[in-house]
């Protein structure tokens, strides 16, 4: 991306110079992302001038690639007439994204200045609670008759081009807007031009519901290599589409959640950069908190074996080592079934299946473990300590693992989300059997002086 | 997806009473992805035979969708002959996938079977070491000369459907085969006929280097929401491009190696559920064991302080819980500003500016935790207790989130990845600081009885 960069300077340096005319001339040519990354990299004052210079429809195209704080200081700036006309020329979907982020006083004063057609479909694409299919979709497809020929077809499509996210897959409804069929601008351009629409269409189309997690379509788009993917609403009537572009940002969104989730963070609203202190702070504090008092579990498992302790402190090098060790081997199991379950790969059934598969496995790490503790056992206390870490070892990492694996499942059957509490619930239950295991096995297997 | 499960049931009711035609029927309508899965869900010998009676260009498009090992399985069932034709009706860049799973010997009697121009394809796609663009690209993207008209552009774009991964995007190259400029196939059926593609088409097109890691051109067909970017060679020659579909698994493939990693798991070949046992051992194993190394420090911490836990064994009590949370606090930081470096939210230069904001955001966290645990602390061991607890827990959470905010800026820094080392590391640093912090201030505050 040097190239940016470099673009970057340039505008830094003509507009030293006050040349905006080059400016704009120089961005002219460039993708949206690009002069709206120049522009979201300039000083507020600047940013605006420069903003304000380029014609309407860029603005409106630029506007949605910008930071979002940018967005809606460049609106806020405009005169109430000029943010009409910019968000009539937006994409629907981009539209609805960008007025829900406004202030309150600025939707009311806006909303009038709308057409009856915008405002319509501003009010109906900004109903959907976020995070669902509703909330991504745009309102803006092509659609095509069924008796029409492929000629026809395309003809109708170029008129369309202007105002739709895509011409390239064109819907065919009945006259209720339920979908008979889709047709591609590619098989219409390849087809006899005489050929009919309805002839021509595929009609065994994937769809997704208004109220399905925006996961959803994403996924759907992903897994059937999918262009767009048509939305219907309760009635099997179609009211969007969600497109390629949108799923690759609703898909990168929801893997940032969990890993996110994975940490124990709860789900920031958008940029880290951007998110406010306090904020930050909310999404963080919970489960840390939670945790400390969890952890209290852990402590009394030691409270129990006080006397165990005072009589071998010696214990205590090991018990940093065997609770960490039981936690990481969990964390990998819990943290390797909840992605598997996110993208499909395993599902409910396959429970028992990976079960086998994990003791084997958890086994295995355990027994490799268990030699390099024993090794350092027996260096710091002696044969009979050697015993008690590396068996300890073993039942720590196999049990840790098990939970591991099987927590995601358990979270998942309960509707649940795996991502959020699979890891520091795992971790907890590693810490207080790995105490309880460790000190009652030292209480077992080590003879107590003076007892 | 209740749909394909039902089409699945359908299917296995249908092969009961050996009604292959019927099935073949069924499955004619639906999408290669629906197909494949039905098939991958069957047992060997009736997936084979399914697949078997399907036609050639069918069982083309549906391999890729299918399990890795059931591809396998359901080409080296075919003859020789067989296994060369499907090859040549397969995509370029999937043909390249599946060539380069198969057995040795198989590709050494596949090779010559091939058409001359398919073996070059072929060789030179399998030529790019994984995880490059090179390895994910497709070499069958549509070119126009720069002469015509779009009449005859899109003449020629019809001609090439069939044979290309899209004929959405047009390429238009010089006589040196280097990118002169793009134009759509939206833009050509929109423009009047007559208009020349030079005139139309875009010149400043965003690329991307064969040996740029894949992850890359991703990210740029995310942020330009691209259909597809054209690859190109040390000689800016253009070698084929990189469609959305492909970018999306990708862009999936990515998220799940930074999420297994940052549980300590390395990079695993594909599906969880296929993953050998062994590789997935040898994946985790190497971590957990250097964890256990590194734990010795942290013995080593406690060791050194044996006389003030002899004298004050309560406060072991305490130590799981006061590590952990370290950990935790610095699992948080890490893992945000892992994510945020790899998506691109937040680049070096920011790190300054991330770090005044991660001590503000620490030292909250840190405070409220404290409080939380002074509670706890004076219930167990009265007023001197409290405050041990309480100030190490504001010290060891500041601590762990400033170590984990910078380790992956560090990191980046010296061309490591963030997303392996950073948790690991990060939790070992804040276990072996916990420990000295919390003994450290235990013995100076808390009386040693005896002393």
Redesign the interface.
């Known amino acids: 991306m040097t190239e940016v960069t470099e673009l970057q300077s340039e505008v830094r340096a003509l507009l030293e110079e006050e040349d905006i005319d080059t400016v704009v001339e120089l961005l002219n040519?460039?993708?949206p992302?690009e002069i709206g990354g120049v522009i979201d990299e300039l000083e507020a004052e600047s940013a605006f001038f420069l903003f304000d210079r380029l014609d309407r429809r860029t603005q409106a195209r630029i506007l949605p690639y910008m930071q979002e704080s940018h967005q809606l200081s460049m609106v806020q700036h405009l005169s109430r007439h000029a943010q009409a006309r910019l968000l009539t020329d937006m994409n629907a979907d981009e539209r609805a994204d960008l007025y829900q982020e406004l202030p309150e006083e600025v939707q009311e004063t806006l909303m009038p200045a709308l057409a009856k057609a915008e405002r319509e479909d501003l009010l109906r694409l900004t109903s959907y609670p976020e995070g669902t299919v509703g909330s991504v979709m745009t309102s803006e497809y092509a659609t095509v008759p069924a008796h029409i020929t492929a000629r026809q077809a395309?003809e109708r499509?170029?008129f369309q081009?202007?105002n739709k996210e895509?011409?390239?897959i064109a819907y065919v409804l009945d006259s209720d807007r339920r979908l008979l069929g889709i047709v591609t601008?590619?098989g219409l351009?390849?087809a006899s031009p005489q050929e009919a629409v309805e002839d021509l269409m595929?009609?065994?189309v994937?769809n997704v519901h208004t109220d399905a997690p925006s996961a959803e379509a994403a996924r759907l788009?992903?897994?059937?290599?999918?262009?767009a993917i048509p939305v219907v609403d309760d009635n099997e009537r179609m009211v969007g589409i969600v497109t390629?572009?949108d799923?690759?940002?609703v898909?990168?969104a929801e893997?940032?959640e969990?890993?996110?989730k994975?940490?124990?963070?709860g789900n920031l609203p958008g940029?880290?950069?951007e998110t406010a202190?306090t904020t930050?702070?909310q999404k963080?504090?919970l489960?840390?908190?939670l945790?400390?008092?969890a952890?209290?579990f852990?402590?009394?498992g030691?409270?129990l074996y006080?006397d165990t302790?005072?009589a071998h402190?010696?214990l205590?090098?090991?018990?940093?080592?065997l609770?960490?060790?039981a936690g990481?081997?969990g964390?990998?199991s819990?943290?390797?079934?909840v992605?598997?379950i996110a993208?499909g790969?395993?599902v409910s059934r396959?429970w028992l299946?990976?079960l086998f598969?994990e003791i084997?496995?958890g086994m295995?790490?355990g027994l490799?473990?268990a030699i390099?503790?024993a090794a350092?056992g027996f260096y710091?206390g002696g044969y009979e300590m050697a015993m008690v870490v590396a068996l300890t070892m073993i039942i720590v990492?196999l049990s840790g693992s098990l939970v591991g694996m099987s927590l995601p499942f358990v979270l998942n059957r309960l509707n649940l989300d795996p991502a959020t509490a699979s890891?520091?619930v795992v971790?907890f239950i590693a810490?207080v059997t790995g105490?309880l295991v460790y000190f009652a096995i030292a209480s077992a297997l080590l003879s107590v002086p003076g007892a």
Not at 316 to 321: A, E, I, N, S
């Open positions: 040519n460039r993708h992302a395309i499509l170029r081009a202007l895509t011409i390239y601008l590619s351009v390849v595929q009609t065994e994937v788009i992903a897994d059937y290599d999918l262009l390629h572009d799923a690759m940002d898909q990168e893997a940032t969990d890993i996110h994975g940490a124990t963070v940029s880290l950069k202190l930050l702070y963080r504090i489960w840390l908190v945790l400390v008092f952890n209290v852990s402590g009394g030691i409270a006080e302790i005072q402190v010696g205590v090098f090991f018990l940093p080592l609770i960490a060790s990481n081997a964390a990998q819990s943290t390797l079934m992605r598997a993208t790969d395993v396959d299946r990976m598969r084997s496995v295995l790490l490799t473990m390099a503790v350092i710091r990492v890891a520091p971790t810490d105490i």
